[in-house]
């Protein structure tokens, strides 16, 4: 047994950490196996002394506990001298401490404010046209012709009738023609009348033209020179808002120039200003505006934009189609254009005559006649005016 034991003694195998499938049953040189890091087979001891030591645990290694000195060979600590404090300065602030209560002003620059559609018109350095009624011609016409009769008979059958009237007539008969006298001498009054306060344009005037029209105007007329150029007011309105501009102060005021016609003919037009809230229409000019387009009726003052839309293309087309027939028909266009006079005329003096439509405006004390059945002129279609000045809508 022994000779057993030293015969495989020196043979004993160290393999490397494989898996038992790949482990070879021959024996390998050294030089081979020394390779790879090696570790005791637990299966090829053949004494029983190299399988009690393979079964033997590893022997744990504890960590080196460290090293304590005792306290007499522990050195004294050395005490180094305070380093000098030096003291920073401090800056006490001016002001007094901010108590909870105060407010920090912002850094940010102060929004400019919001201007109403008046105070843009008011910084302009010209007049702006709100409204400019059509034509009366034929309705001044009308109403001048049906006037002058009434009051030629009027005259002509007093002279001849009341105060020379021929022998051989009843005493009655004078003064009954005196009541036909006073009768159709109403009529001619009231004819005449209707030609008179209407509405023919508005302006928005700014405050500092105004002043300067009316100072150079007044100059003149101290001077015994014609009235100013057109073009003299507007470089001196346009120096005066300059001026104001460079003040930096609030924008002008604005005034409503309101210009009517008279009764009597050949007269120029009466021109008044008035602040804007002393203006005051009983409608919606942008309604009314849109209902004449649209030939139905009175509308609504909201309108979807979907049907302004679908208003304005059928405008289009429909002019268009007009366009299109009045070239394709020149030999009857005299004839056309001909019987639209007469039209034109006659819806004038039907006018003239009933006063039909025309609505009821104030400017201030006074009230005029505003031309709402003929068409015309509005700026923005009407909402410009409804912007400024005062609308009092039937409830």
């Known amino acids: 047994m022994s000779c057993f034991a030293r015969r495989l003694r ?24 020394l390779r790879a890091p090696l570790r005791p087979s637990q299966r090829l001891f053949a004494t029983a002394r ?30 180094r001298p305070p380093a000098p404090k030096t003291r920073t300065p401090v800056v006490k602030p001016t002001s007094p401490a901010l108590s909870t209560t105060t407010t920090i002003p912002s850094t940010r620059a102060p929004r400019h404010p919001i201007l ?3 105070d843009m018109l008011s910084s302009k350095g010209h007049p702006t046209l709100l409204y400019e009624a059509p034509s009366h011609f034929w309705l001044r016409l009308s109403c001048f012709g049906a006037g002058a009769f009434c009051i030629s008979y009027t005259v002509v059958q007093y002279w001849t009738v009341y105060l020379h009237p021929p022998a051989g007539l009843s005493w009655w008969v004078p003064h009954a023609y005196g009541v036909v006298c006073m009768f159709m001498a109403g009529m001619g009054v009231y004819f005449a009348a209707s030609a008179g306060g209407i509405v023919r344009r508005i302006r928005a005037v700014p405050a500092v033209v105004a002043q300067a029209s009316s100072s150079a105007t007044a100059t003149a007329a101290r001077a015994g020179k014609p009235r100013p150029a057109t073009a003299a007011i507007r470089a001196t309105a346009t120096a005066a808002t300059a001026t104001a501009t460079a003040t930096t102060t609030p924008p002008p005021p604005l005034l409503l120039e309101v210009s009517t016609s008279r009764a009597v003919p050949f007269f120029p037009d009466k ?5 804007p809230g002393e203006v005051k229409l009983s409608f919606r000019l ?8 649209t030939d139905a009726g009175p509308p609504s003052s909201q309108s979807s934009a979907a049907e302004r839309l679908r208003a304005m293309r059928s405008e289009q087309e429909a002019a268009e189609r007009a366009r299109k027939y009045e070239m ?60 400024i000045v005062h609308v009092q809508t039937p409830r």
């Not at 070879?24 to 081979?32: L, V």
């Not at 590893?58 to 005792?70: E, L, V």
Request: overall charge positive; proline content about 12%.
């Open 10 to 33: 020196p043979q004993v195998f160290f393999l490397p950490n494989q898996p038992p499938c790949s482990v070879a049953t021959q024996a390998m040189p050294i030089r081979i196996l």
């Open 50 to 79: 190299g399988v009690k030591l393979s079964a033997e645990p590893a022997p744990q290694t504890r960590p080196p506990a460290p090293k304590t000195q005792s306290p007499a060979a522990k050195p004294a600590p050395q005490t």
């Open 116 to 118: 109403s559609y008046a």
């Open 271 to 275: 021109t008044t200003r008035v602040a």
């Open 286 to 293: 942008a309604a009314m505006l849109a209902g004449q387009r």
């Open 328 to 387: 394709d028909h020149l030999m009857t266009a005299p004839f056309r254009h001909a019987g639209r006079a007469a039209a034109a005329s006659w819806a004038g003096v039907k006018r003239g005559l009933s006063r039909e439509g025309f609505a009821k405006i104030r400017v201030g004390p006074v009230q005029y006649k505003f031309d709402v059945g003929g068409g015309g002129w509005a700026l923005d279609e009407g909402k410009a005016l409804d912007r």
